[in-house]
């Protein structure tokens, strides 16, 4: 999978998994993940001053873009926070199954794993690798991944924080309609209702004001 972008910012270096495990402590159960799901990880580009002549910022001074060839169509988010333990760096990922394409990324400040951010298997994603320096061409990677009402926020920051929110009560709204399915008694069921209600509420109130 080649992406459209200088010829001095490709890499194409396979790196074993074992150079993983030699890095930091895994348990069985990770190292097994490591073996059962991951065919091979490629270090595809490496975008960095040197390489694509954009400058860096002190919160990112390197982007790596790895491509990880799995066994089974299931990304293995484990694995990749194990990668990103090792890996000092802001990462993008392209993920391939036979014929199918995702990609993933990081939201890493300070090394820190924020959240990960993933396609559907096969979307096209147009990725913007232009900017004033990499902490910008960084924030467009991720906003490409973004396609709720959170994109309409002016700051990067903003828009990682409505996001964040958006999938929150998402997530709230399903598990409590999955609960007002299985419950039985008429006054939880009330209850239920009216947190459903609630946070319904405040979904559309986002939506709105984005």
């Known amino acids: 999978m080649l992406l459209q972008l200088p010829d001095s910012t490709f890499v194409n270096k396979f790196i074993a998994k074992s150079k993983f495990y030699n890095r930091i402590s895994l348990s069985a159960k990770l190292q097994s993940e490591f073996t059962n799901k991951i065919q091979k990880i490629t270090w595809k580009y490496k975008l ?10 002190e919160n990112v001074t390197e982007i790596q873009i790895f491509e990880i060839e799995l066994k089974q169509q299931v990304i293995p988010k484990n694995v990749l926070k194990t990668i ?76 990682i924080d409505v996001d964040n ?35 319904q509420s405040q979904l559309a109130s986002i939506k709105k004001n984005s």
Do not use: C
């Not at 036979?98 to 979307?123: P, R």
């Not at 069921?189 to 209600?197: D, F």
């Open 84 to 159: 990103d333990k090792s890996i000092p760096y802001q990462i993008l990922y392209i993920f391939t199954y036979k014929d199918n394409i995702a990609y993933g990324i990081t939201l890493k400040e300070n090394n820190s794993v924020q959240n990960y951010y993933f396609s559907e298997w096969n979307q096209v994603i147009h990725f913007n690798f232009t900017g004033i320096d990499l902490e910008k061409v960084y924030q467009k990677l991720i906003k490409a991944f973004i396609t709720n009402e959170a994109k309409s926020q002016n700051s990067f920051n903003d828009i």
């Open 165 to 199: 929110k958006i999938k929150k009560l998402a997530n709230d709204i399903l598990t409590l309609e999955s609960k007002m399915k299985k419950e039985k008694q008429f006054n939880r069921k009330v209850e239920l209702n009216k947190t459903l209600i609630v946070k």
């Open 48 to 57: 960095a001053e040197d390489t694509i002549g954009i400058s860096k910022t």
